[in-house]
Nanobody, 124 residues
Framework: QVQLVESGGGLVQAGGSLRLSCAASGLTFSSYGMGWFRQAPGKEREFVAS????????YYADSMKGRFTISRDNAKNTVYLQMNSLKPEDTAVYYC?????????????????WGQGTQVTVSS
């Protein structure tokens, strides 16, 4: 059974940092592209960042470029999202997702597996 478990969310002041982790099990992690998405109350799910199966390529939503960094450790079956310079508008539930094709698309419909999410709240 595939499981993706996010951790590292919490409450932080504007300008602060958080590091999210997503631990995967039940799949050949190194074959999957991985993505982070987020969803704020009353809004649609939004692409944040993604990374190809090898880690050679990373992609970011424009509003996250320069502030967020996605990385992965295939030996630990874990993908990370380092978030710096956080803003109140970054407040959302953050989800990690796995893409079997491995190309780490920004389209959430292309991801086969999803975690339960972790809440990130940024206070002003």
């Amino acid at each position: 059974q595939v499981q993706l478990v996010e951790s590292g969310g919490g409450l932080v002041q504007a300008g602060g940092s958080l590091r999210l982790s997503c631990a995967a099990s039940g799949l050949t992690f190194s074959s999957y592209g991985m993505g982070w998405f987020r969803q704020a109350p009353g809004k649609e799910r939004e692409f944040v960042a993604s990374i190809t199966w090898s880690g050679a390529n990373t992609y970011y939503a424009d509003s996250m470029k320069g502030r967020f960094t996605i990385s992965r450790d295939n030996a630990k079956n874990t993908v990370y999202l380092q978030m710096n310079s956080l803003k109140p508008e970054d407040t959302a539930v953050y989800y990690c997702a796995a893409d079997l094709v491995g190309i780490a698309t920004s389209d959430h419909n292309e991801y086969e597996y999803w975690g339960q999410g972790t809440q990130v709240t940024v206070s002003s």
